[in-house]
């Protein structure tokens, strides 16, 4: 492969996921990429960043902690950090695509109004990621 995506935390990040600490996240996170890298050790690595999550009231949860004590800003900024540190290149659509989905049109652009893109907006995702590779 000379191309690999890596997106996780969104499901870390929420209550009773068991996940622990934003520490726990990371670790794992550092510890899966290097045996990305190391299997496939001329692949250019992809981190993306987890998409705006809503909690059940429509509240942004981007400052909102969880029961672990760590915001999903947190951990956006984390993962951030330990993708740039591991030399993958950061995919992060509230830069290049801040318009895609947003606190305005998150029922719309959201099947279940909380995480889950409606595949209109998964597609919008993919080419606004597929411009940006591009560039």
Same mark, same amino acid.
């Given at each position: 492969?000379?191309?690999?995506?890596?997106?996780?935390?969104?499901?870390?990040?929420?209550?009773?996921?068991?996940?622990?600490?934003?520490?726990?996240?990371?670790?794992?996170?550092?510890?899966?990429?290097?045996?990305?890298?190391?299997?496939?050790?001329?692949?250019?690595?992809?981190?993306?960043?987890?998409?705006?999550?809503?909690?059940?009231?429509?509240?942004?949860?981007?400052?909102?902690? *969880?029961?672990?004590?760590?915001?999903?800003?947190?951990?956006?900024?984390?993962? $951030?950090? =330990?993708?740039? /540190? @591991? +030399?993958?290149?950061?995919?992060?659509?509230?830069?290049?695509?801040?318009?895609?989905?947003?606190?305005? *049109?998150?029922?719309?652009?959201?099947?279940?109004?909380?995480?889950?893109?409606? $595949?209109? =907006?998964?597609? /919008? @995702? +993919?080419?606004?990621?597929?411009?940006?590779?591009?560039?």
């Amino acid at each position: 492969m000379n191309l690999i995506f890596v997106h996780i935390g969104t499901n870390d990040y929420t209550n009773l996921s068991g996940s622990g600490s934003l520490h726990n996240v990371i670790r794992h996170l550092y510890r899966d990429v290097l045996r990305i890298k190391a299997i496939n050790p001329n692949a250019h690595i992809y981190g993306i960043l987890p998409i705006s999550r809503y909690d059940e009231l429509g509240e942004n949860r981007q400052n909102m902690f *969880n029961q672990y004590g760590y915001t999903y800003g947190q951990l956006r900024e984390a993962e $951030a950090k =330990t993708y740039r /540190k @591991l +030399g993958a290149t950061v995919i992060n659509f509230q830069k290049f695509a801040p318009n895609i989905i947003t606190d305005q *049109n998150k029922d719309l652009t959201l099947q279940d109004h909380e995480i889950h893109p409606t $595949a209109q =907006t998964a597609q /919008k @995702l +993919g080419y606004a990621l597929a411009e940006e590779l591009a560039k």
